[in-house]
């Protein structure tokens, strides 16, 4: 079963009136271009474990900006931090890891205060451990924390949905590091791990910005085909749009999001049986041109929220809409499944699914799921084909 967070269609849409953005925090924002952001590298060793002679070279050198605590030591290798926050953020780090709260490739987000112009600024934290040898497999690990801190404290860290999804990107993008990691003494510091670092900003927050400004108010039709599982084909354009418009796609999709296993492999297959056409944006043109456009009243409604938010230069407000719109469409999922169950029993249910289906503005995405997930349930079955023949009919008679 989907799970959703959202109370109302318009407080899903409304976020800058949420306590979460107020209006003072917004109207800074518009006034800038990009949000200050940092990354810090840290080199890290359990003291059981036996360290290699260029790590004991690395904290020679580096005596000044390593912290020692009983079982590990924490020594900086790179940051685009202010000289003083550096030593601010190694204490919390340090902490954390005394605490057991960083596990070996999963990161995750926290509020810190550091001397920095923001103060609090959300921080995710990574820590990407070195393979241990066959002599010592029970020794503590060596390896490297890495930070990424961004905005303010309700940049990284908006709500527990967001950081959850957005955690796992930056995940990912932290394990495009691992091998430029085992270089000795990371001589290629300046050549590869610094550009790669100092790009995650780039990379990881602003491609949603990015594709927004793109296509502006055709964003609906991405919406859409995001949630029909419409593919999306990118011409005349460079692999870096097409990559943002990809991640954009996977980032509104609801793919991952419901716990029955068999649901996503089951709506692929239908959507594969369909006639569906692909959805063609064309970057030749400017403003790009779309064809096998296709849109319905939930997805245009989104419209100038996303611009709005593209308008004040403030991707992480972005991305809290872009999970807000999924909340929408997951929470109208759930309310279409329990109508349809019920439906099987009652006629009058049968006429509220008619009308939900009618006000929700979304009929054709959700049936078109709850077809895929009961699609070995003859009785729901038939109360999904009815339900497509009254949105056929609706269609026809507004034509």
């Known amino acids: 079963m989907f799970t959703s967070q959202t109370s109302s269609f318009q407080d899903s ?16 924002y518009s006034h800038k271009i990009q949000l200050n952001c940092y990354y810090t590298i840290y080199l890290y060793q359990g003291t059981r474990s036996e360290a290699s002679g260029e790590n004991v070279a690395w904290n020679q050198r ?41 596990l070996g490739g999963m990161g995750n987000i926290a509020t810190v205060e550091l001397s920095i112009p923001e103060q609090a600024v959300g921080c995710y934290c990574c820590l990407l451990e070195q393979e241990r040898s066959p002599e010592q497999p029970d020794a503590d690990g060596n390896g490297y924390v890495i930070c990424f801190m961004g905005g303010s404290e309700k940049g990284l860290n908006l709500y527990p949905l967001l950081t959850a999804h957005f955690m796992l990107e930056l995940d990912k993008y932290v394990q495009g590091l691992h091998s430029s990691l ?128 593209a308008e004040r230069c403030n991707p992480f407000l972005l991305r809290q809409i872009l999970e807000n719109f ?27 699914c008619c009308q939900f289906l009618q006000g929700c503005g979304n009929g054709d995405v959700l049936l078109q799921n709850a077809r895929a997930e009961h699609s070995d349930l003859p009785e729901a079955c038939s109360i999904i084909t009815v339900l497509e023949e009254f949105l056929r009919d609706q269609a026809q008679a507004q034509a």
Request: some cysteine.
């Open 13 to 28: 849409i409304d976020v800058e009136e949420r306590d979460d953005f107020d209006s003072e925090e917004i109207t800074g």
């Open 62 to 102: 580096r005596a000044d900006s390593t912290t020692s605590q009983d079982d590990f030591s924490l020594t900086l290798i790179d940051s685009s931090l202010p000289l003083e926050a550096e030593p601010e953020l190694r204490t919390y780090i340090s902490r954390r890891l005394s605490k057991g709260a960083l």
């Open 182 to 309: 085992q270089t000795p003494e990371l001589q290629n510091l300046e050549t590869e791990v610094r550009p790669y670092l100092s790009q995650w900003y780039e990379e990881s927050v602003m491609h949603i910005h990015r594709v927004v400004q793109l296509v502006q108010s055709n964003i609906s039709f991405l919406l859409h085909a995001a949630l029909s599982h419409t593919l999306v084909e990118v011409t005349n354009s460079d692999e870096k749009t097409k990559a943002d418009v990809s991640r954009f796609i996977k980032a509104a999709s609801l793919q991952g999001l419901s716990q029955q296993d068999t649901t996503t492999a089951s709506l692929c297959k239908a959507i594969s049986e369909d006639t569906q056409s692909d959805l063609i944006i064309d970057c030749s043109t400017s403003p790009p041109t779309l064809t096998n456009t296709v849109s319905n009243k939930f997805c245009d409604d989104w419209i100038q929220a996303f611009l709005n938010a």
């Open 326 to 352: 999924k909340l929408k469409a997951i929470q109208d999922m759930n309310s279409l499944k329990r109508f349809v169950r019920q439906a099987e029993m009652s006629h009058y249910a049968l006429f509220r």
